[in-house]
């Protein structure tokens, strides 16, 4: 048997996927046991537990007994199922990332979820729970290192040391929490608690309750003035502080002990408290990278960087699970020193910013007069006052918005590498290595072709989390031509990695 052939890693699940085949179980009939205390109805929901509890450690033992994985010719293959069988093959090569998730009950017994990535965009192409700490490492070795001793055809690659980038404090990510902007998640908290208040308390306080803040509101309101004022001012500011106290928890329980280091070409972040997440990123990998500025941060001085992989697919809560993110808070002088770190060459000098067509000044300030005509013209039929016409005083204030925000839109463009920028209050630079371009489109809106301007939309092999498709608006039509050649000129002078 050729070394190319030759098997090179075997392994199996846990043997405590049985106890959390048993703990998923609980999971899913524990509402059944309430309502059994509550409605006495003992009999027949204790058949219906019964029998869910065990189809669950009876899918566990299956999955458990059937299941194993190898890394063979150059593949990470898997295979389960008895009466049926399934057989993945996954070529190393083509491995995005495996990202590994720890919840509490997994950290007390030191075991682990891991999760296997390709480019498919498909989501995990294999799901490997439960495994041991050490043997979820000892796979994720064996696949990283493999597959570049594919893609370089070189010898057996040393595992090198591995480097510590960056490790935020609690003070950071508090600091991250407070910058960022989670006003809406902490209203729909408070209206959870709500909501869990109007189910759980007796029918008769809920009417109290109802009526006492129905009247205190609606005496607020009436008596006008100062008191009124003092009263609004009160409850934006408890809002405020609220939605500050939520975005803060979150935060630090999020992105607990947060560390980035670097083992090879291999980037790997460890985070979370209640749930400890961990990931190998190839910097290879990396389609797009995003520098993210909000309003206050940027006003602080400091800058957030992400992430896209070729592949990457969103899920619905992947933003409470901080996917995208390769570190959540850094000075702003600090991030132009780590941007080599993450896409190699980037430290030549870059060609000045190109700015967009000022005719982007017109038309904006057209797009907002329009919307505020039509806001002005509704209030007008609904009052049936000329004062309804104030909408009209800020065109001049939304001329001034767009003129500021066309100063600081614009590309540049290296050897290597595109950068967009947009924004003013807050703002985005996206940073794009050309040899990772699958496809450019330029697009004109009919007002667009009234000014002769065009976008210019650069699509890569992963926009999941920076924000979709980087584009750059408002170009002259025959520069946006120009530079969708010369892109597709220089991406196709360098073979694609994805």
């Known amino acids: 048997m050729s070394p190319e052939s030759a098997t090179i890693f075997t392994g199996r699940l846990h043997p405590l996927t049985l106890v959390f085949g048993v703990w998923q179980g609980l999971r899913g009939i524990w509402p059944l046991l309430l309502l059994g205390v509550v409605g006495n109805r003992w009999w027949g929901i204790a058949i219906f537990a019964t029998l869910s509890l065990g189809g669950s450690v009876a899918f566990a033992a299956f999955r458990y007994f059937s299941f194993s994985y190898r890394i063979e010719n150059n593949e990470l293959i898997t295979k389960e199922g008895w009466l049926g069988r399934s057989e993945r093959h996954i070529p190393l090569a083509r491995v995005q990332e495996i990202r590994i998730e720890q919840h509490l009950l997994h950290r007390i017994f030191g075991v682990v979820d891991a999760q296997i990535e390709t480019a498919s965009g498909q989501g995990a192409e294999a799901k490997l729970s439960v495994l041991s700490r050490a043997e979820a ?47 809406v998640s902490a209203l729909v908290i408070v209206g959870a608690i709500w909501q869990f208040a109007d189910n759980a308390l007796p029918q008769a306080l809920r009417v109290r ?73 190839p910097r290879r ?48 002088n600090e991030y132009e020193k780590l941007l080599p770190l993450f ?70 463009m290296t050897q290597k590498y595109l950068f967009t920028r947009e924004g003013w209050l807050g703002r985005a630079t996206r940073i794009i290595p050309i040899s990772k371009i699958q496809g450019l489109e330029i697009t004109q809106t009919p007002f667009d072709q009234r000014l002769g301007l065009a976008g210019l939309n650069i699509d890569t092999a992963g926009q999941a989390f920076t924000g979709g498709v980087p584009r750059i608006k408002n170009l002259p039509l025959a520069e946006a031509e120009d530079l969708a050649r010369t892109l597709a000129h220089q991406a196709g002078l360098t073979p694609y990695r994805g």
């Open 137 to 183: 490492e000892r796979l994720r070795q064996a696949v990283f290192n493999r597959g570049a001793q594919v893609e370089t055809t070189q010898a057996p690659i040393t595992q090198p040391e591995a480097v510590l980038v960056r490790r935020l404090t609690l003070g950071e990510l508090a600091l991250a929490g407070l910058t960022s902007n989670h006003l």
């Open 209 to 281: 309750l109802r009526t006492f803040t129905t009247q205190t509101l609606a005496g607020f309101v009436m008596h006008g003035g100062a008191f009124s004022l003092r009263f609004w001012t009160a409850i934006v500011i408890s809002v405020l502080l609220v939605s500050m106290l939520f975005s803060m928890v979150g935060s630090i329980v999020l992105f607990y002990d947060f560390t980035l280091t670097r083992q090879g070409d291999d980037l790997q972040r460890r985070y979370g408290l209640l749930t400890r997440r961990s990931s190998n990123l």
């Open 285 to 332: 990998r990396i389609q797009v990278l995003k520098i993210e500025e909000s309003f206050l941060r940027r006003w602080l001085g400091f800058a957030t960087i992400s992430a896209d992989v070729s592949g990457n697919q969103r899920e619905d809560n992947a933003d409470s699970k901080g996917r995208d993110v390769l570190i959540p808070l850094l000075r702003r």
């Open 343 to 412: 896409l190699p060459d980037l430290a030549a000098p870059r060609t000045v910013w190109r700015p967009i067509s000022p005719r982007a000044i017109k038309r904006g300030t057209m797009k907002s007069a329009r919307l505020l005509v039509l806001l002005a013209a509704a209030w007008f039929f609904w009052q049936w006052n000329w004062l309804a016409a104030w909408p009209l005083l800020l065109i001049p204030v939304a001329y001034l918005f767009h003129r500021e925000s066309y100063r600081h839109l614009g590309y540049a």
